[in-house]
């Protein structure tokens, strides 16, 4: 079985890039929802953070499924894998990213891989991922 830290070479993500990752995927579902109901209707709303976590949900979800990675993700150059270096499908995407809407498993994590609870429990992890290493022939894409 590969090392889950370097995944067919690709090393862990950092916790910068995962942080970063999360802060644009986060500002992201906010203005998808400001666009769909209006600031009025955002700021008044008091279920508005409801809408925005189910943005967050289906956009981290579907883009992990199909592009490897969450928005955010994509933009700083993570990409989320399964440990064995194939694309997660739709359902451990899910879980996943339904894991991280909970909060404390990315929290808990392995030392030395970096990978959280909900990696764990979707035998995942997210790498680090650039133009060189796709040009390089890295870990293939869907």
Known sequence: MPDAATAHGLPSASWGRRLGALALDWVASIL???GIVGVG???D????????LLAFLAQ???LTTFAGGSFGQ???GVRVLRVDGRPLDLLR???RTALICLVI???VFEPGTGRGLHDLATRSGAYRWS???RAAGGVPRR
Request: charged content about 15%; hydrophobic content about 60%.
């Open 32 to 34: 998808v929802v400001v």
């Open 41 to 43: 209707r955002y700021l």
């Open 45 to 52: 709303d008091r279920a508005a953070g409801w809408w925005v």
């Open 60 to 62: 981290a979800t579907l």
């Open 74 to 76: 994509l933009i700083v």
């Open 93 to 95: 995407a899910l879980l």
């Open 105 to 107: 498993p990315p929290l």
């Open 131 to 133: 133009g060189e290493t």
